[in-house]
């Protein structure tokens, strides 16, 4: 399996994962929040697509983190915790090493690549990882 694969395949798994957790939670906050991972994996995957096929890519930042702390600001103003438990705190600690394991492995393939603007591409996915990972962690602290 090559590297595009493997990280398709690691983007999917997220997706599913993240989609499962819409299941499972009843607060409308969070099922917003997890609903925008879910979706941000599918933007990757579909990244990893284009640079396996050696297609032209162009990846801009996007609102995730913002929007997700607009999401936290208004359950907060609200007082809606219905349906935030801390037995959903696993849950989203292996949805955290999941966006950790990501971050890892695009950065060393970052340095495998041979095409500057896909090494770039790796790179700003792993800024995107990032930013998932310390929405979770705002979850687990919410």
Known sequence: MDIYEYAMQMEKDGETYYRELVEKVVNKGLKKIFTMLADAEVIHYNLFLKMKKNQVIHMTD????????NIFAKMK?????????ASQVAAYKKAQDIEKKSQEFYLEKADEVNIPSQREIFLKIVEEEKKHYLILENIINF
């Open 77 to 85: 103003e609200e007082k809606d915790t219905f349906g935030v438990t």
């Open 62 to 69: 996007t609102p995730i983190l913002s929007n997700a702390k």
